[in-house]
């Protein structure tokens, strides 16, 4: 990211220009009991919390963090007296404006999360055909490749 720094009286301006914006989900599950090694990736639990995973993974929330960030491009700081404007007051600025629009996206994520919690019985019901969630958990098909061999010669 790069930014510049203006100053009008006692405003500080940050223009902002974000060149690569990641949202690199981490996951931690934790079972109070571990389903039986031989039924594990078939067990209901299992595959709830896998569905967890999938919610937050899925790529939209890139794009919707991506999209917050760049819309917002520029950043506007009413300086208390005895503020300097140095590197470190725009480095906290500018993170705890990241910091924000990431705590939005992870708000929406627990939102979806409660959701699939609610509508499962948490893992304990298939997901209903109806849910919101269904076209986001959906398997997709495997991407396709051109498998067609090249041939040389006429046909």
């Known amino acids: ?17 974000f060149a690569h914006i990641t949202w690199v989900p981490k996951h931690r599950v934790w079972f109070r009991r571990l389903p039986a090694t031989e039924h594990f990736w078939t ?3 299992v595959l709830h ?3 967890h995973v999938r919610i937050s993974s899925a790529p939209h929330w890139q794009a919707n963090f991506a999209k917050a960030l760049r819309d917002q491009r520029v950043l506007v700081h009413w300086l208390d007296p005895g503020d300097a404007v140095n590197q ?3 480095d906290r600025l500018v993170e705890q404006h990241v910091q924000k629009e990431f705590s939005r996206t992870s708000e929406l994520i627990s939102i ?5 919690d609610r509508v499962t019985s948490h893992g304990l019901h298939p997901l209903p055909e109806d849910s919101s969630l269904s076209e986001l958990l959906r398997p997709r ?3 396709r490749t051109n498998s067609r061999s090249s041939r040389s010669g006429s046909e």
């Open 1 to 17: 990211s790069r930014w510049t720094v203006g100053r009008q009286g006692r405003q500080v301006i940050i223009k902002l220009q």
């Open 43 to 45: 067990d209901k639990l």
């Open 49 to 51: 919390e896998l569905d």
């Open 88 to 90: 470190g007051l725009v």
């Open 112 to 116: 979806r999360y409660k959701e699939l």
């Open 141 to 143: 098909a495997p991407a």
